[in-house]
């Protein structure tokens, strides 16, 4: 969980591509209107990243074990840098030659990433769906605490007229689909990145 907050937080740096094109958040410091940048996106990456990746294990208690030499050596794993850098290699140039919003971007680009990792590592597709889901009922329930406790911040930040503007009970359907891709794409990359595989379920 550790190692994948830390891998994420530097994401939290892409946040002039979103503002004001996607949102425009009120910040410590007004760092986001001014700069574009802000603290607060670092905590959110870190934050999520972690949990997205060790989601799937909170609710299904499973082993890891290493992959034999064999397994890696397999002509499947023939690109697995290239499926590792795919929604990177996807996203710019959506993001420089497409007319689309960055949060459209995005999202493709990780789903792309968690398409290709499934056929890459076939053995993480269930963990893959799995977590994507279990990734959106959180943020969903998150969202909609988040829009108790600060009622009209939706219609006051986002961007509303650059987006499809469609809410689901208040919620940017946008947001659900970054946050079912982001779930999708990141509960497996731990896994993918350091070569482990799910040897099968622990019941106790």
């Known amino acids: 969980m550790v190692w994948a907050s830390i891998l994420t937080a530097p ?3 892409t946040e002039p591509i979103f503002v004001p094109e996607y949102w425009n958040p009120p910040s410590l410091f007004n760092l986001a209107a001014s700069t574009g940048f802000d603290i607060e996106s670092l905590i959110f ?9 060790v989601l799937y294990e909170a609710f299904v208690k499973v082993e890891h074990s290493k992959m034999s030499h064999h ?3 397999s002509s499947r794993h023939k690109f697995h840098k290239l499926v590792l850098a795919s929604p990177f290699i996807v996203f710019l140039p959506l993001y420089i030659f497409s007319s689309l919003n960055p949060i459209y971007s995005a999202s493709l680009a990780m789903v792309v990433g968690a398409v290709a990792t499934v056929l890459c590592r076939p053995d993480l597709t269930k963990k893959i769906f799995i977590g994507a889901v279990l990734f959106l009922a959180l943020y969903f329930v998150f969202f909609l605490s988040f829009n108790l406790v600060y009622p009209g911040i939706v219609e006051q930040v986002w961007n509303l ?3 499809s503007g469609v809410l689901v009970l208040g919620i940017p359907i946008e947001e659900l689909l970054f946050a079912l891709a982001f779930g999708g794409l990141w509960s497996s990359y ?3 990145i350091r070569w482990y595989k799910i040897s099968g379920v622990v019941y106790k």
């Open 11 to 13: 994401f939290g740096l």
């Open 45 to 53: 990456s870190f934050a999520i990243g972690g949990i997205a990746a």
């Open 71 to 73: 397994e890696i050596s």
């Open 161 to 163: 007229q650059a987006i």
């Open 190 to 192: 731990y896994e993918h």
